[in-house]
């Protein structure tokens, strides 16, 4: 047996190629935030990568390697501005969602809490692929949030449904009073009223203050009022369905709602002054009552 000294030789490889197999993995693997984006970045690389031959030298390639580079940060800079936007919006939603849920008191608990949690992972989401799958969490929490609404609202079939807060009928049973008001001889008036700063409190003291106030308001217009009946329309706004003429109804209400209402809320450690400011707007019946449903809906979103 006979053994040889000889060495295989590799031969040399050519900086060049080294430098292409480079840029090829700067192109496949960067950060994607959006299509066109990536399309335009891609197409940059690819130009550097087909301008460089394996003859070229390292002056030659200074200044495309300069043009690589610049890509690259102009690509980073727009996929994280791309990705920053879409964390903000989509925080944005996801408070926005959270404070029309705790005023509607159609989620339970857990969901606010899963709310939160992914309002707090959006704080600290750096990928694209990380927004991606907090959205699908987010789509699967408004569908559990959309299911235990519909099996709340299914407990009520046939019954008269009460707000719990104000012990008054609530909107559905308000709107059927008002079609059928529309189609009455007598003259009628809606009263919608809206009590302003309740989010604010329910913020600052928590809801069991912002409940106290509605019902304070309440009783004031029950009382104030006598006759007439009243519903909770949604929300922080009341409606008090009025017999008379337009002009009547409004100069009472005005008379009614002038002074200024305050409320004394009782902490543990000290009371509270809270001031009770309400808006509202007298709608005579109308021969459409959708019509008049649709205006109640735009005073009550202004």
Known sequence: MSFSNKRTVVPPVGLMPVVK???????????????EDYRVYRARIQKVIDSLGDTTTLEEAYPQAEEAAHALRDHGLRTAKR????????????????????????????????????????????????????????????????????????????????????????????????????????AMCAVIML????????????????????????????????EGALYRWTGPSILLLREGTFDKVQAEVRRIMEPRLQYDFETSSRTILLAIDACWSVLP?????RLLINKIDAFVTL
């Open 195 to 226: 009590v302003d700063r309740l989010p604010l409190y329910n913020r600052r003291y928590g809801h069991d203050a912002g409940d106290k106030v509605l019902r304070f308001f309440v009783d004031f217009v029950r009382k104030s009022f006598g």
């Open 83 to 186: 990705l920053h936007t879409q964390d903000s919006e989509l925080r944005g939603i996801v408070k926005l969602l959270m404070q029309t849920l705790e005023e509607l008191r159609i989620a339970t608990p857990e969901r606010m809490q899963q709310l939160t949690e992914i309002g707090d992972q959006l704080s600290t989401s750096a990928e694209a692929e990380e927004i991606r799958l907090i959205k699908a969490e987010l789509a699967d929490c408004l569908e559990a949030v959309r299911k235990e609404a519909e099996r709340d609202l299914s407990h009520t079939v046939g019954e008269v449904a009460r707000d719990h807060t104000t012990d008054l009928e609530s909107r559905p049973v308000a709107e059927a009073a008002l079609v059928e008001a529309c189609a009455g001889e007598t």
């Open 285 to 289: 019946m109308m021969v459409d009552p």
């Open 21 to 35: 197999a480079l840029l090829t993995g700067m192109a496949i693997h960067p950060l994607k935030g959006n299509a």
